[in-house]
């Protein structure tokens, strides 16, 4: 049997999209009553939820905790059931841990972390349902829930996937299309400043292609930062309603 | 919007897994029409607003037509027909096609894309109007016909809103009759694919290239059942994986239709098995892709050595003929030559194509169903129904096959084109290269959009990279008549007394840049095909014979080699680099070697010849010395007339020393430019590599030499080499010769590869380590290539993403390896083409000749005056057939009471049997030794006086 | 109120020349910007540049902060400190408590080493102190008590009833009348509560 096609000749991809169109985004914020800020999202089928706690006292050894700035914790864990078939080990495999020093890496660059000295922020992420983009929805997630929670950040960090096919780049890849083989850029943005907080690229790909690649990533996150945003100030708006403000 | 897909996949470990995807709809898909209002007008709309396709007595007024999947699958040749035009083509429909059908689906995207034609493909599936889901108990053709449906009723309703002045009707097209029925209560205009064209006004020859189909109803019909059933592919997997059946590709004997062997796809090592038999071969046509079950030890053959051919003027349906044939091939052998037998129980891939060849009408008058037999021997007589038989007599036409039923001898097809008469040079030149599958068609606009203005010349951007070389003494050396001269060479000394030998090579990648139509086709074409009177280019003509040729006396671009090195041929130093040079002089071979001989001349350009000469008669001995081969292959050349293009004479053709001169040095660039770029791209160098060939493919020169009493040691390039040199009978010179034939045809194919995905890069015939091909970029695709590498290595150009993907550059190999091949068998077939005719127009001629191969029923012999080989059977149609006694371990044939041995050396009479129009044979007949029966007077006078050999005993 | 305006983190608020930075903003390249996601508020004070900050319905978390005041509760004692659990910074509650320590040296203002740790507090007890480091990798939060208004302010005796302060150093069981030994906190009157 012929593989799937991925991109066809009408420029649409396998569930419909064009090559920039990003999934359908869901978002909610303060899902989780106990901790200080946590966020469900879902892009497309991946689903993720990110829960903050902090800042609050150093637990573990103090030796580690960097001098005159706030000590981010990152777990990045996918549940036995995310996966098609089902995962044996959840926590500990190389791959989340790679995920969580990600994820930190992020983080510690958009939070405002010198405000909280000898202090530590958690952030746990949990991934419901993996279908592609797993590190961007994990991004993203987080982002809203260090909002919901109040922690000072220099901006929002929208992550985004993309990848080439045929001479297109697309964005937002789920996962048949990860699974191809081809080659995926995961680019975490700073979208006021376009600072780029994160960038990885897996699998081989001609200089002459990346700007284009870049683009297209750029572009996603843009967009997704428009979508974020719309849901923040809506969270806004009804929590103060709630409070009757 | 977005809903989601799941359904439940089997995996290959068995086990079953849910697989949920997400599809969206949008509102944005746009219905193809030109200006639709309603859909916001395309910008590239594909239909015509007024559909002006063929006016059809059904439908009178304007109409779009949508083809259901098995329509398109077995109907694409009138789709193709530019009669039909603004058809719909649903994503359904073509998703189905790619999933069951690959080159139907390569030949729909290509009809799509064609302007004129009007085809739009309508991405249903993620239309919100026209998505359906699977209902409950439905199956997924269900599914699939319903979606069908769905999108005609919605189109013909948006052809309503559109309130144009004319109204436009959609119409189904399919051959489902529950399809049809459906969609007649639901409203929509339905028709057959038979009823539509045949209500066609003004088209009635479309009927005929409508497929024959099997009947879905009455699988039985009159005659009986021939063939065992065909297993399902899901029983046909099981039992491959449980290693009951075997898997691999069907190969058809050339001379015997009984016969076919079917290699398997083993890891590494490919295993051959046997099929014999009508029955045993159960439908399964050449290249197909089969499943084979293994016959019981008892029952295995042995190759058979007879040359059977299906008879022209055989009954059809005559079965029983072809049992006593085939009883015929089971003579009892040796157990040694008993190889693994089979029979095909199912076929897993098909990989028809549409073939050439001719009409052979059937005896009944008035019938319309006719055997058509292709012009490849390797595939079976087709039957098809046609009403322009008589038309068509006479005419090479090509024939698509449709399908093969249980029932019936031949399989069903139905009819393509006409090429126009058989016999006719044109058209049997166009036979040749449609057979050979060698792209020929003029170059399209897009192509030589991308070819330099005129009047080209060099700029000064071109002068600063480049070394001007145009003040040294290079001339060319090339066959006369050549007007691509791809290389020239200069030798001259050095003030430290060194000598300084240059190879320069046309710049070709300087005028194709990679990635644009150019590149693209002639990467496509691969390689120029060189037939005897016509050459098929691989780069158009301004780049092949003006622009990159390196004709003398003008400036020209090339990609120079230069080597220095001493008076014994070592070289010191290697350096590439891209220049501009100026031949001064354009040589054929016979004028180089008079300069070189002739003591009076002593300018410049032949004290270079002499230089080069002396050199290369060092090379070459280092060559032997390592081991190289020099084999020799029985070439001829024609001498055409000029104004008929009719062969007037055959000649061998002569190697001098100025040939060999310039091939040494050939060899010793590419094997220069080969351990460069492999230095610099360990993973995507493009070599050339000849593998070693397996001791068994060299039993047949060892087994004929041994008759003659003499050894071929076969453990290393050299000992054969040696071998070779040392087999020589005083009172037999042409001996050695024929040896070196044979040798020949021991031999693998030489094969490009790339460097990343293989690790052998020995090249046997060379003794070199490693090989690649530079020299000759203007006419094949290989040497361009090489030449991007090796300008990326010296830094004079740039890489692109292509040049660097080894995959990619794998694909590319397989190509150019099947087009060399392909080229190969063309121009093989144009000589034995002009050798016909030349024949033709001289009679019957006596000539002397060699026995090359010993069979069961004939010998082949080879004439060295023509090059020429040829087969003389002993058992003729209406005579009475003589004792045959084949012996194939010496190996020998005895007829009645002489034997023949290989490199017996015998007289032939030589005519050209016109009987068979498509495959006019050289007939071959025995005059000596004479045999009662068989022989035939000599016409000629020409007795062979030479010496002979210890000759067998003869009859008188 | 009027519509309230909301603003998200990166979100550009003004120049540095309209107005001061307050809480929930940081400055770059000589503008204000919000970090976080809440109400934008503008303070303007008399005669200087207006505060811009942002507020949220929930108050984020307060660090303790070097020079602030806490409540803490004492844990443990030894002889060389007592280690305390950080409750209150000011006057905000802690979601999840500090631990902080008070040196032997750092109870008293006057008479550091004749200081028993056991005479000035005891476990259980609530104390105002002041946050003087954050500490090093060896230790946690360092807070002292040596001013007159830092000190034990809420204390239970054996008997298990509170206390009444008498003099700076002691304190009396209402009903078994025993004296207890602390280092009182001198609160203000009208923060007494009769």
Known sequence: ????????????????????????????????????????????????????????????????????????????????????????????????????????????????????????????????????????????????????????MRDYVCACSAGFLEDTALADLNYVEEAAGGPQLALALLPQAQHIALLELNARLHQDHLPRVLDAATQACRHLHALLDRVVREHLRDAAALLGK | MLTSRTFLKRTRA??????????????????????????????????EARPGGAASSLCPGPHFLLPDTNLLLHQIDILEDPVITNVIILQTVLQEVRNRSAPVYKRIKDVINKQEKHFYSFTNEHHKDTYIEQEKGENSNDRNDRAIRVAVKWYSEHLQKLQMEEKVQIILLTNDRKNKEKAVEEGITAYTCEEYIKSLIANPELVDRLASLNDEGNEIETGRIIFAEHLPLSKLQQGIKSNLYLQGTFRANRENYLEATVWIHGDGEEKEIIIQGLRNLNRAVHEDIVA?????????????????????????????????????????????????????????????RPFCGMLSKSQIKEARRHLFTPADRRIPRIRIETRQASTLEGQRIIVAI????????????????????????????????????????????S??????????????????????????????????????????????????????????????????????????????????????????????????????????????????????????????????TKSVINSKASLTYAEAQMKID????????????????????????????????????????????????????????????????????????????????????????????????????????????????????????????????????????????????????????????????????????????????????????????????????????????????????????????????????????????????????????????YILFVRKNAIVVLIPKYGLEGTVFFEEKDKPKPTLLYNDEVPSLTVESTTFYTFDRVTVNIMLDASNVQHQKIRMALVEPKLVGTSVPSQATQLNSNNEPKKKKLKE | MAPARYCVPGERLCSLEEGTPGSGTYTHHGFIFASLAGCFMKKSENGMLPVVSVMRDVDSQLLPDVGAT??????????????????????????????????????????????????????????????????????????TTAENELGVVVAHSEADVRMVPISWCEMQCPSTHAKELRKVARVQPEFLQT
Not at chain 2, 19 to 35: A, F, P, Q, S, T
Not at chain 2, 310 to 321: G, I, K
Not at chain 2, 338 to 344: A, E, F, I, K, N
Not at chain 3, 114 to 123: A, C, D, L, T
């Open chain 2, 14 to 47: 068995g086990a079953v897994r849910k697989i949920v995807r997400e599809h969206y709809l949008r509102d944005d898909i746009g219905c193809g029409l030109g200006g639709c209002a309603l859909c916001g007008g395309e910008s590239r709309p594909a239909l």
């Open chain 2, 447 to 576: 192509v030589l959009s991308f070819l330099p203005k005129m009047p080209w010349s060099i700029t000064d951007q071109d002068m600063k990279c480049r070394e001007d070389l145009r003040h040294l003494c290079v001339c060319s050396v090339d066959p006369p008549g050549c007007t691509d001269i791809d290389d020239a060479l200069h030798c001259r000394v050095l003030e430290n007394g060194n000598l300084e030998v240059g190879v320069h090579i046309a710049d070709v990648s300087h005028f194709i840049r990679p990635g644009n139509a150019l590149d693209q086709e002639s990467a496509k074409r691969g390689t120029t095909v060189y037939l005897c009177e016509k050459r098929i280019d691989m780069v158009p003509e301004l780049l092949s014979s003006n622009l990159c040729s390196l004709r003398s006396n003008v400036d020209r671009l090339a990609f120079s080699c230069i080597w220095e090195m001493n008076h014994s041929a070592e070289i010191l130093k290697t350096r590439f």
């Open chain 1, 1 to 152: 049997m012929a593989g799937l096609e991925l991109l066809s000749e009408q420029g649409f991809r396998l569930d419909g999209r064009r090559a920039g169109e990003l999934r359908q985004l869901r978002a909610r914020m303060g899902v989780f009553a106990q901790a200080d800020g946590s966020a469900y999202l879902e892009q497309g089928n991946t689903k993720a939820l990110a829960v903050v706690y902090g800042p609050h006292e150093l637990r573990g050894s103090r030796g580690k905790a960097p001098h005159a700035q706030a000590l981010v914790n990152c777990q990045y864990s996918m549940a036995t059931f995310s996966t098609a078939e089902r995962k044996r080990r959840p926590h500990g495999d190389r791959a989340s841990a790679e995920m969580s020093l990600h994820l930190k890496q992020t983080f510690e660059a958009a939070l405002l972390t010198r405000l909280f000295p000898r202090s530590q922020i958690d952030i746990y992420v949990q991934i419901l349902q993996a279908d592609g983009g797993n590190y961007c929805a994990a991004v993203n997630a987080a982002t809203l829930a260090l909002l919901d929670a109040g922690i000072p």
């Open chain 3, 70 to 143: 806490v409540t803490c509760k004492v844990c443990s004692i030894n002889s060389r400190f007592a280690k305390v659990h950080i409750l209150y910074v000011g006057s905000t509650p802690l979601k999840s408590p500090f631990r902080g320590t008070i040196r032997r040296e750092d109870i008293r203002a006057t008479e550091k080493d004749k200081v028993e740790v056991y005479k000035s507090f005891r476990p259980g007890d609530i104390v105002l102190a002041k946050v003087i480091s954050l500490g090093d990798v060896q230790s946690n939060y360092l807070l």
């Open chain 2, 402 to 445: 449709d399908g093969w039923p249980r029932n019936s001898r031949y399989p069903n097809g139905h009819f393509v084109k006409n090429l126009g008469a058989a016999g006719d040079k044109e058209t049997e030149t166009e036979v040749l290269l449609l057979e050979h599958d060698v792209p020929h068609q003029p170059f399209s606009q």
């Open chain 2, 598 to 849: 002739s003591p009076s001349m002593n300018d410049d350009i032949t004290t270079s010849l002499r230089g080069l000469n002396k050199l290369a008669r060092i090379l070459k001995k280092c060559r032997i010395d390592n081991g190289a081969l020099t084999l020799s292959s029985p070439e001829v050349r024609f001498h055409m007339d000029s104004e008929t293009h009719d062969p007037i004479d055959l000649q061998t053709k002569e190697l001098k020393e100025t040939n060999s001169m310039v091939e040494e040095f050939m060899l010793l660039a590419n094997i220069s430019v080969a351990q460069k770029i492999y230095d610099e791209f360990s993973e995507h160098a493009l070599l050339r590599k000849h593998p070693a060939p397996p001791p068994s493919n060299y039993d047949i020169l060892v087994k004929a030499a041994k008759s003659k009493g003499l050894e071929i040691k076969t453990d290393s390039a050299k000992a054969l080499a040696d071998s070779l040199d040392s087999a020589e009978f005083p009172s037999f010179p042409y001996l050695n010769t024929l040896l070196r034939i044979l040798a020949t045809r021991c031999m693998m194919q030489a094969v490009y590869f790339c460097s990343g995905m293989d690790n052998d890069f020995h090249h046997y015939g060379l003794a070199s380590p490693i090989y690649t091909h530079f020299t000759s970029p203007i006419r094949r695709y290989a040497d361009i290539i090489v030449h991007r590498l090796l300008a990326v290595a010296i830094g004079a150009d740039c890489t692109y993403p292509d040049l660097t993907d080894k995959h990619k550059l794998a694909d590319l190999c397989r190509n150019l390896n099947y087009r060399h091949k392909m080229a190969q068998y063309a121009q093989r077939a144009s000589v034995a083409f002009h050798t016909q005719l030349f024949f033709k127009s001289k009679g019957v001629v006596n000539e002397e000749a």
């Open chain 2, 292 to 352: 084979v079950e293994l016959l019981p030890k008892a029952a295995w053959a042995a190759p058979s050595s007879v040359v059977l051919h299906d008879d022209e003027n055989q009954n059809e349906d005559d079965v029983e003929q072809e049992e006593e044939k085939e009883k015929s091939l089971r003579t009892s052998s040796s157990n040694s030559m008993l190889r693994p037998t089979g029979r095909v129980v199912g076929i897993i891939k098909r990989n028809w």
